[in-house]
């Protein structure tokens, strides 16, 4: 799942002049392009620190940041601590400081992490392995560091009910519409092979994080061409991101929502869902009442299952997944008896 994506390419139209001038022209971080593409590797742990020197180091930020460099590389504390002040330099939250990174020559890092690979990333370890110093002419070694470290943000963030690093992060994910159009075929998360590889949304996070760290930095932006143009970030798409690295999404948020009069048959609220995930929906009906509770798309689909409350059991929950739907339906209908019914929901 987890691949470099850091070569030229056009820009979509909907881009402005300056940015599709500087994604059509080779920028400091282009990867040369090859029959296919440059892939890192996920791998299952860490490398042996044999043959590394380092530590926690005390970044400029007051922050601890792990770094070991290899022994390839002179012994040079400054080594370690401009890298430790990157990684801090990075939008980030307190997963820094659960990261362990090693950093050697690119053919050290491909006998750890494989021979096509230019860098790794251990989601068990929460641990990468890249170039300390540039793999080659066009390719910055700061770029792929800041790609690895998007799926260090990813492992440690909720996209609940699915994996934020296959996905991508809540806001993110539900904004770029990964969840519906995965379902449509348009999307492979966790891909690592080519061709479905370009259209893995979890590569496509790592890279738009990259490119909000670079345009936050002021720097010459990498093209983007081995994740698919379809997943380049527009201004919303970093801002969202920028949020979930800040103040990630972490739960379900709850609410009431209007009650059914004492004659009505029934009644349908609409309930803005902005983020997708599961949705939970509790209907709770008066005593000597029965009540049907239906959770609809807009165009009526019924999503979860039908349910009705029984003297034996006045309360009734439907779970569903919200997919692409940024409004649902809600329909509470009296099946007998009299009395107030209270529906609460908890959703993304």
């Not at 799942?1 to 979509?12: E, I, K, P, R, T």
């Not at 096509?116 to 560091?145: H, I, K, M, R």
């Not at 996905?167 to 492979?188: M, P």
Request: glycine share 8%.
């Amino acid at each position: 799942m987890l691949s470099v994506a850091l070569a030229g390419a056009g820009s979509a139209a909907a881009h402005t002049d300056v940015e599709r001038a500087r994604l059509d022209s080779p920028q400091l971080g282009e990867i040369a392009r090859g029959p296919a593409f440059i892939a890192d590797a996920k791998v299952a742990a860490a490398p042996s620190r044999a043959g590394y020197w380092g530590g926690p180091t005390t970044a400029s930020t007051g922050e601890s940041v792990t770094i070991y460099v290899s022994d390839a590389y002179p012994q040079d504390p400054a080594t370690a601590q401009r890298w430790a002040d990157f990684l801090a330099s990075l939008v980030h939250g307190p997963e820094l400081a659960k990261l362990t990174a090693y950093l050697a020559p690119l053919g050290q890092v491909q006998s750890f992490c494989g021979a096509d690979a230019l860098a790794c990333y251990s989601p068990g370890s929460e641990s990468l392995v890249a170039p300390g110093d540039a793999p080659a002419a066009d390719t910055s070694a700061e770029a792929v560091v800041t790609h690895e470290y998007g799926h260090h943000v990813a492992e440690n963030r909720s996209n609940a009910p699915w994996s934020a690093e296959d996905y991508g992060t809540k806001r993110w994910a539900s904004y770029e519409q990964v969840c519906s159009k995965t379902r449509a075929g348009e999307l492979f998360p966790g891909a690592e092979t080519s061709p479905d590889y370009r259209l893995n949304p979890g590569e496509g996070f790592a890279e738009s994080y990259r490119v909000l760290n670079e345009r936050l930095a002021g720097l010459p932006e990498a093209p983007w061409s081995v994740v698919s143009q379809t997943l380049y970030p527009d201004s919303t798409a970093l801002s969202l991101l920028r949020q979930d690295v800040t103040t990630p999404w972490t739960t379900l948020t709850i609410r009431s929502a209007a009650a059914l009069g004492p004659r009505a048959r029934s009644r349908t609220t609409t309930v803005a869902t902005s983020l997708d995930g599961t949705l939970r929906v509790t209907l709770q009906a008066p005593a000597r009442a029965r009540f049907a509770l239906d959770v609809l798309t807009p165009s009526g689909t019924r999503l979860g299952a039908h349910v009705t409350t029984s003297a034996g059991s006045r309360t009734r929950t439907v779970t569903a997944t919200v997919c692409g739907q940024r409004t649902v339906r809600l329909r509470v209908s009296r099946i007998s008896g009299l009395g107030t019914y209270a529906l609460t929901v908890a959703r993304p």
